[in-house]
């Protein structure tokens, strides 16, 4: 293990699940659901990622897998240089234990109450997790913590709230229920699944604002995924973070979040920004820049780059090999690094970030145009 380790490397993954029930006959073949493929991520110290993408894009089986919660069909998750699922195999004497690897990425969900036992006290639920990790803690020292930390995330004066059940709790509390299970647990890393969505619109800022303040007193990375850009925009511009966007399994951009909204590179970025009318980008548009609504089924992705069926830009060369991953305003794009490296380059994969002459001459498909 290095110190300069990422606190968590997504490597190649790839995440396939097989879907149930593949009709009357036994011997057919499961079909496979590509849930993720070929994702690199790299998440650092005091790091913070927003993810973004369309339902069903991966991105809640991506940040799973992150926090080694879901086990990875194929590339590898770790944690400061140690494989997570190698860690947890019998005598497999790791050089961070896999519960250690547990505590360290912390998750809180879109659903906070499904987390939280209906039949505990708010008290009883976090000292629970405390009593399990610290055990030199004695009951009264558990408890002082706990009222700490509900102090802490605005739920004052903690008293008032340590004895409630979940169900006397609105959204909005019991998200800071959450919040601070994860922090109790004294995390590197809080994977943040659409954490703010189920709340009141008037709340979400409020959260996000206090997961901010949080993430920099305790020194946390997060990783922040939401379906919905203006969210994932406010988290990663106020923490100065990166902004990757999925689709169909893949990280297809990435970079700083200034950079991919002043500048968004691939075609797929570009309508996720004409759909969020706060980022001004739709004055001259009809409708969204894609030649297909549908998206297509992750049981059978399309082949070359998965985005070719709707992109307005797609060429012959679209459908037929997917794009390289590219480095923007790279000296001349040549770049040996990976997607989501740690480097916070912006990266793309896709021709039109490159010179390749074999797409800018190709022809474009049906109703794309290449200008
Ligand atoms: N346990 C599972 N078994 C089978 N398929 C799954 C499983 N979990 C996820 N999937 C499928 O994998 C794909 C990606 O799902 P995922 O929940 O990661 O996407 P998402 O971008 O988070 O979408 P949403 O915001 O709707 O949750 C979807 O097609 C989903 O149906």
């Given amino acids: 293990m290095s110190v300069d380790e990422p606190v968590v490397s997504l490597s190649d993954l790839e995440v396939h699940f097989e879907k149930s029930g593949g009709g009357l006959n036994p011997f057919a073949d499961q079909p496979t659901v590509r849930a993720v493929d070929g994702v690199d991520l790299d998440i650092g110290e005091n790091d913070v990622v927003a993810i973004v993408g369309e339902s069903g894009s991966g991105k809640t089986t991506l940040g799973k897998t992150a926090v080694g919660l879901q086990k990875p069909t194929g590339g590898s998750v770790s944690f400061r240089g140690q494989d997570v699922w190698a860690a947890k195999k019998w005598r497999s004497n790791p050089s961070i234990p896999f519960e250690e690897i547990r505590r360290s990425l912390q998750i809180i969900h879109q659903d906070p109450g499904a987390a939280l036992n209906p039949n505990r006290t708010v008290v009883s639920s976090l000292a629970a997790p405390l009593k399990r990790w610290q055990s030199d803690l004695g009951p009264e020292d558990r408890e002082a913590r706990v009222y700490h930390f509900l102090k802490r995330v605005g739920m004052s004066p903690p008293e008032d709230y340590a004895h409630r059940y979940p169900h006397q709790l609105s959204g909005g509390e019991k998200q800071r229920v959450a919040l601070v299970r994860a922090l109790l647990m004294n995390p590197d890393l809080i994977l943040a699944d659409e954490a703010v969505s189920a709340l009141d619109v008037s709340l979400r800022v409020e959260m996000m604002d206090l997961m901010l303040?949080?993430?920099?007193?305790?020194?946390?990375?997060?990783?922040?995924?939401?379906?919905?850009?203006?969210?994932?925009?406010?988290?990663?511009?106020?923490?100065?973070?990166?902004?990757?966007?999925?689709?169909?399994?893949?990280?297809?951009?990435?970079?700083?979040?200034?950079?991919?909204?002043?500048?968004?590179?691939?075609?797929?970025?570009?309508?996720?920004?004409?759909a969020t009318p706060e980022l001004g980008v739709d004055e001259d548009a009809g409708g969204p820049p894609v030649r297909e609504i549908d998206i297509p089924d992750p049981v059978n992705p399309p082949a070359g780059c998965r985005f070719h069926t709707r992109c307005p830009k797609a060429t012959e060369q679209c459908r037929t090999a997917a794009p390289p991953v590219t480095a923007v305003d790279g000296a001349d794009g040549a770049d040996d690094g990976a997607m989501g490296d740690g480097d916070g380059t912006h990266r793309v994969a896709c021709y039109r970030a490159t010179d390749d002459e074999v797409y800018w001459e190709s022809d474009p498909l049906d109703g794309a145009d290449l200008s």
């Fill in 213 to 274: 303040d949080l993430q920099e007193e305790f020194d946390t990375s997060f990783l922040f995924i939401s379906h919905d850009l203006s969210n994932a925009r406010y988290i990663a511009e106020h923490a100065g973070g990166r902004l990757g966007v999925m689709y169909l399994g893949e990280l297809v951009e990435i970079g700083p979040v200034e950079e991919v909204l002043r500048n968004p590179q691939h075609p797929y970025t570009k309508v996720l920004t004409w």
